[in-house]
């Protein structure tokens, strides 16, 4: 079966990988000209790395990242209100990881580029539009380097080209931009000396807005020297909205004199804000967009999934981790139809309801509401509430230790790979 997907990030190039140890031939269409290693830090849950380290990825990830041991919510001062372990500390079979979101893109693209070919990955291609045929979807794009089209013939195509997907405005013409609650995301990573322990994922603050978080991506080269740390702070712009000079996505550079002034009220004993800040290279804003669950994902031949299907504001780290559960999902349900359309109707009942579900808790804060909670209450919630606030929203992603380490596993047995973890 001939796969085109739509998307060469991280929930498009882990699809190319999934249906390829499942015995199909995706290829991989990405509008950037060149992959590179951009970006700041992601985390990776156990249900994810489980799913990496079964397409063989366990050993190479390890590589490139850190596995965390603690989340520590923290109020204003930097007191610790809740705390709990994480990965292999929590019972899981596997560890949870920080990673650089660049790092961990090239890692999947050599990856897919060795076990597919070097052909497998093209870029400077822009999705433009497709049609369905009895047996098969015509892809059409332009190519940016020389203008002319391109058209993909295959069996199934995938949109996993992100929140402003194009093959999800094709299924969707009339649903318009992405959803914005008002808070934007100054982001950075610096060389400091490790937080606490070394491997502890720090949140504090409070509700969206205020908040700000830090956790480290990458051990210093050696004993005494700085990690490289992942930060974020929450901020609220008034009511004639952001800056100028963004662009047309809401983005933009933030200097260090507003970043060191956007942190002048926080005061937390355990990071040096000031020195973070003048060690960072570039502070870029982004803001927190979401999209409306659909009520469908599957037309045909065609299908999404990762943050085209999905995407969701960034509360309890879920995400990129579903992106890559739905991968391996997609294409379990291909190897067991003959059919790709009813294959691809299968897959979008057994995802589309856990991670619309996900999207609408993740407005209301998702586990992160533990944190808003405490700061209302002035401290430490009472006790139990908010190892029960974070239990439930573990089941509603399908994570928590036990349907992790137990669930039947998604590879497809006659492809089975060496895997790790």
């Known amino acids: 079966m001939r796969v085109t997907v739509v998307g060469g990030g991280i929930a498009g190039l882990t699809c190319a990988l999934s249906l390829h140890a499942a015995g199909f031939a995706p290829q991989v269409y990405e509008a950037a000209r060149t992959v590179e290693a951009v970006g700041v830090g992601i985390n990776l849950l156990p249900h994810a790395v489980r799913e990496l380290a079964e397409l063989g990825l366990a050993g190479e990830l390890a590589s490139i990242a850190l596995p965390p041991h603690r989340l520590s919510y923290r109020d204003r001062a930097g007191a610790a209100v809740w705390e709990e372990p994480l990965g292999i500390a929590a019972g899981y079979h596997w560890p949870q990881h920080s990673v650089h979101r660049g790092l961990l893109q090239v890692m999947l693209l050599t990856a897919v580029r060795e076990r597919l070919g ?95 978080v830090a956790y480290p991506i990458k051990d210093a080269a050696a004993d005494g020297g700085d990690a490289l740390m992942n930060w974020v702070l929450e901020v609220r712009h008034g009511p004639s909205g952001p800056p100028p000079d963004g662009d047309g996505n809401g983005s933009r550079r933030v200097t260090t004199a507003e970043a060191r002034a956007g942190l002048a009220s926080w005061n937390l004993p355990w990071i040096d804000l000031t020195a973070l800040i003048e060690r960072t290279a570039a502070i870029f804003e982004y803001p927190m967009l979401d999209r409306d669950p659909l009520p469908r994902w599957s037309f045909g031949r065609v299908t999404l999934l990762g943050d085209a299907a999905h995407p969701m504001f960034p509360m309890g780290m879920n995400g990129g981790s579903q992106s890559v559960v739905d991968t391996r999902v997609l294409a379990w349900c291909l190897s067991g139809e003959s059919d790709p359309v009813a294959a691809l109707r299968r897959y979008d009942r057994m995802r589309r309801p856990t991670v619309n579900a996900i999207v609408l808790a993740n407005r209301n804060l998702g586990p992160e509401d533990i944190i808003a909670r405490a ?15 974070a239990t439930r929203y573990r089941e509603l992603a399908q994570a928590t230790v036990d349907q992790v380490n137990t669930h039947a596993s998604w590879t497809v047995p006659h492809r089975a790979m060496g895997s790790s973890g």
């Open 118 to 212: 070097p052909d497998s990955v093209r870029t400077g291609l822009l999705f433009q539009r497709f049609e369905q045929t009895a047996d098969g979807v015509r892809a059409h794009f332009l190519d940016r380097t020389s203008g002319l089209p391109t058209v993909a013939e295959a069996d199934v195509l995938v949109g996993a080209d992100g929140i402003d997907s194009a093959v999800r405005a094709r299924l969707y013409p009339g649903e318009g931009p992405s959803n914005r609650n008002g808070v934007h995301m100054w982001r950075g990573v610096a060389h400091h000396p490790h937080l606490l322990d070394g491997r502890t994922i720090v949140v504090a603050g409070g509700t969206p807005g205020a908040k700000f």
């Open 375 to 389: 700061a209302l209450h002035g401290g430490t919630l009472p006790a139990g509430q908010a190892d029960r606030m």
